[in-house]
Nanobody, 121 residues
Framework: VQLQAYGGGLVQAGGSLRLSCAAS????????LGWYRQAPGKERELIAT???????DYAESVKGRFTISRDNAKNTMYLQMNSLKPEDTAVYYC????????????????WGQGTLVTVSS
């Protein structure tokens, strides 16, 4: 089952945006899902995760501002982003995750094209 992120765009600092991640099949086929982002010149970072039982976790950089959720009926995952900052500018990707030895890892080699979020100051 492949995932494709969409919904990015240009937004002013302090604004909000909701990203969506559509699964090509049953989104319940995996236990863990997450959102990554990659800012220009930086490494890709995992910013939000959600389990099959809807337990969530966030990177400190987005905690309190971003909310990850999933709608199994629509085979879609979301990332609600509020109080956006210029440093949130990045390409955002959704990904299946593996949980191993206390950490999450990408479960697929295919990242898709992601969706670009640009936050202007």
């Amino acid at each position: 089952v492949q995932l494709q992120a969409y919904g990015g765009g240009l937004v002013q600092a302090g604004g909000s945006l909701r990203l969506s991640c559509a699964a090509s099949g049953d989104i319940r086929s995996g236990n863990y899902l997450g959102w990554y982002r990659q800012a220009p010149g930086k490494e890709r970072e995992l910013i939000a995760t959600i389990t099959a039982t809807d337990n969530t976790d966030y990177a400190e950089s987005v905690k309190g501002r971003f909310t990850i959720s999933r709608d199994n009926a629509k085979n879609t995952m979301y990332l609600q982003m509020n109080s956006l900052k210029p440093e949130d500018t990045a390409v955002y990707y959704c990904m299946w995750l593996l949980w191993y030895d206390g950490s999450y890892y990408p479960a697929d080699d295919w990242w898709g094209q992601g969706t670009l979020v640009t936050v202007s100051s």
